[in-house]
Each structure stands twice: as structure tokens, then as C-alpha cells.
């Protein structure tokens, strides 16, 4: 199995190198969702229809097909002395780290709010109503509920709504519902994948639609989000964990490789190291073989590691920056000695930046503030990390007085009239008659 992991090393000096890098970058932008026209594609346009007419029902017949469970509409929530009793339950020194990770997230997502700002052209409105989407397939991720709860409070959303998949003895892992408890959130559903995109887009008897959904997910759950937009507001695609590194001769290898298979582990997952050292290169190929063996889940990380990762050795370091800047993955991280930062800054394209050898990836899903919510598949193009300000929404605010519109009638009217709108030019014009 180790030997087939040679297969993910690649090198300017082969002629394929440009086209490999090409098939990679197509491998991990199509990962997130579904080609609509797919089986799988086609299948979640049929559910999403099938809740415009089924509702509770289509929660009952998809999380019997998908999760195994069956469950009527008055099982659909979890009910808050479980939500408690959860809490009760939990680790005590877990619970202490949850509450600290829950404090800085708080802290960081405070001080970058934009919603509170004064100025007359602009007013700020909290969104009314969320959905939050919380993986529980292939993890239990608590630090999800933290990441994109603890932003919505921020920006004062009134209704949170969580959905997560029952996988966990026929219900939501302890450790979600403890998180959930600790942020005063008490409207749990133990639904997950499209059906609970679905049900949150077009709501049913049982639970309410909302204003917007957020929250990573896999192919299915973007599919839905995807197709819904609209319907509904979402955030992101946040589809399967992306990780690139960026490592010159001053990094160190087995590092690299802890961190790749750190995302890698999500099963799907992408992990990719970009040098200009051949040497560097091939130690990161030697730790990966040693280190994916030791993992809990080494076949899943190792099927992730040959079908979404590479390491790629490029002839310099300038040519590795632009080709990160073209993947713009999800995390995106430097370990480069002292001219860490320097790169950093040629950085345009990346959900999250990670700086310098002590700052892996964990250190941002869990503690350091910015939310682990991110743009995969290429989005971190044109989309940005989830923060409190994707919890609000600008409306403009336009107050003329007589004179005002006085000094500027002539000009709107000689706009309004240059693309043949006379009604506008008259609702100025009628105006000047006083």
C-alpha cells in the first residue's frame, strides 16, 4: 500500500508535470458537490422536490434510507433535558476547553463586526433566522456548532437552528449536544445530509424554514445547498477538507506530513505540499508512508492521499506561490523559516492562512477565533471565510430633502432619459413643478 503513495510525488523536471497539476487542481475543484446532471446530482434535485410536497414525511423515508433510522416528526428534535443532560455528563476538562475555545471565537469575531458601525447611507440587520449544518458522518466535529454559532450570536441572530445527522446510537453525539447546551442553543434536530438541507430550505410542520444555512458538509449536503441558493441564503460550498503547505529546505518534513494527513483523515480530504526542494519532497513522501500507518483510520487517509493530494516539487518558489494562488484551497499553510511572512503576503487565494511551523491547521479549527467554516474547491476565489458579518445584511438608506434633489434633478433626469426611461425622468421632473 506505502508503494503506491510514490505515485502523489511529482516534479517540474517530468514533462507531465504542468498536466498533472492541472488533473490535481480538477480533482479537488469538483470534490465539494455533485455534477448536477450526475446520478447523484439528480438524486438530490429529487429529494429537495420531494419536500415541497412531502415534508416530515421525505425527513422519515431519507434518514431511514441514508442514516439507518427511523424516526417520526415528534422524534425529529432533540429534546432539551437531553440537550442537559448531555452538558451534565461531559468531561469536566473538556468542557473547560470548549468554554475557552468558545471565548475566543467570541473575542475575534467581536472585534472584526462590522455591524455596528454608523453611517446614514447604510443600516445593519441581523438575519432572522439561521440553520447550521454540523457534520456527523465520517466525525463527530462539536468544534463546528462553535465556529458558526458562536459568529451568528455575534451579529445578534434571534432563531439558530442545528441539524445533524443521527449517527451516533440513533441521535447527535453527546459532545455536539453539551456544545449546543453551553451556547444556549435548544432547537437540535438529529436530521442530517439533504433532507436536512431540504427541510431547513422549504420548511415542513415540524421545523421551521430559515433565512440562511451555513456549515461545511459533504457532496450531498453542498449538492443541496448549492441547488437551494436562492431558495435560501448559504455561506459557502464547504466541502471536503483542503490543506496546501508551501515548505522550502527550512521546514520540517515530518511536520508536513502530520499536517497533510491532518486534513487528509477527513476522508475525503485533500492534502498538498508545494517545494522547491527536491530533498524536501521526497523526506515529506517518507513520513507520509510511516506516519498514515499509524493512524486509526489509515485506509480511508491513504485512499484520500492517492485520489485528492500530491506533493509537488517546482523549479522555484515564486512559481509554487502562483500555482497556490490558482488552487486558492481551503487552509493554506507556510512553513518557510524566517521568510514565512514575506510569502504570506503574496498570498491572495486562500480560505485561511497559517504562518510559520507552529501554526497548524488545528490550532485554527479549535482555538484561535476565526471561524473553521471556509471556501473549498477552488471558491476561496470569490468566497471568504464564515465570520459575523455573513450574519447580517446591508440595506442602503437614501434621504433627500427638496433642495438636495434640486442640485442633482438635472443630471438624473439627463441619465434617465439617455436609456429611454421617461417614467423615471418624470418622477424627478414632476418634483421641480412645485
Known amino acids: 500500500m506505502n508503494e503506491e503513495l510514490d505515485q502523489i510525488l511529482i516534479s517540474s523536471s517530468q514533462p507531465d508535470f504542468d498536466q498533472r497539476l492541472v488533473q490535481l487542481r480538477m480533482a479537488i475543484c469538483q470534490a465539494p458537490t455533485f455534477n448536477p446532471r450526475s446520478e447523484e446530482g439528480l438524486k438530490v434535485a429529487k429529494i429537495i422536490d420531494d419536500f415541497w410536497e ?27 433535558k437531553d440537550l442537559k443532560t448531555a452538558h451534565t455528563e461531559i468531561d469536566k476538562k473538556l468542557l473547560k476547553s470548549i468554554h475557552d475555545a468558545i471565548e475566543n471565537v467570541r473575542k475575534y469575531q467581536t472585534e472584526i463586526f462590522i455591524g455596528n458601525s454608523k453611517h446614514p447611507g447604510i443600516k445593519y440587520t441581523p438575519i432572522n433566522r439561521i440553520g447550521i449544518c454540523v457534520p456527523g458522518a465520517s466525525a463527530s466535529l462539536p468544534s463546528t456548532v462553535i465556529m458558526t454559532v458562536v459568529p451568528a450570536q455575534v451579529a445578534g441572530v434571534k432563531e439558530i437552528a442545528v441539524v445533524s445527522p443521527p449517527r451516533y446510537k440513533g441521535s447527535i453525539h453527546p459532545v455536539i449536544l453539551a456544545v449546543c447546551h453551553e451556547l444556549g442553543i435548544d432547537e437540535v434536530y438529529r436530521i442530517g445530509g439533504v433532507q436536512a438541507v431540504a427541510a431547513l430550505a ?26 437551494l441558493f436562492g431558495e435560501v441564503g448559504i455561506d459557502s460550498i464547504a466541502g471536503p477538507s483542503e490543506v496546501l503547505i508551501i515548505a522550502n529546505n527550512k521546514a520540517n518534513p515530518a511536520w508536513v506530513a502530520a499536517d497533510m494527513l491532518s486534513q487528509a483523515e477527513h476522508a475525503p480530504g485533500s492534502a498538498l505540499a508545494f517545494t522547491d526542494s527536491d530533498e524536501v519532497g521526497k523526506k515529506i513522501l517518507d513520513e507520509l508512508k510511516k506516519q498514515v500507518g499509524q493512524l486509526s483510520r ?71 477565533g476565526p471561524s473553521h467554516t471556509l471556501p473549498t474547491g477552488g471558491g476561496a476565489r470569490f468566497s471568504s471565510a464564515l465570520t459575523s458579518n455573513d450574519f447580517i445584511k446591508s440595506t442602503s438608506i437614501i434621504e433627500y430633502d427638496k433642495k438636495k434633489l434640486a442640485e442633482s434633478a438635472e443630471a438624473i433626469i439627463r441619465l434617465a432619459e439617455a436609456e429611454g426611461l421617461d417614467a423615471h425622468a418624470k418622477s424627478i421632473k414632476i418634483r421641480q413643478q412645485d
Open 54 to 80: 412531502h415534508g416530515d414525511q421525505a425527513v422519515t423515508q431519507y434518514t431511514r434510507e441514508f442514516d439507518k433510522v427511523d424516526l417520526t416528526p415528534q422524534e425529529f428534535r432533540v429534546s432539551k
Open 202 to 227: 422549504t420548511g415542513t410542520d415540524t421545523i421551521r424554514g430559515v433565512d440562511k444555512i451555513v456549515g461545511p458538509g459533504n457532496m450531498w449536503v453542498q449538492t443541496a445547498k448549492r441547488l
Open 298 to 368: 489509515a485506509d480511508e487517509t491513504s485512499e484520500c492521499l492517492k485520489q485528492f493530494s500530491g506533493i509537488a516539487v517546482f523549479n522555484n518558489l515564486d512559481y509554487a506561490i502562483d500555482k497556490a494562488n490558482e488552487f486558492a484551497v481551503e487552509h493554506l499553510q507556510i512553513q518557510c523559516g524566517d521568510e514565512s511572512r514575506e510569502i504570506a503576503d503574496k498570498i491572495k487565494n486562500a480560505g485561511a492562512i497559517f504562518i510559520g511551523d507552529y501554526s497548524p491547521v488545528a490550532v485554527g479549527d479549535y482555538w484561535a
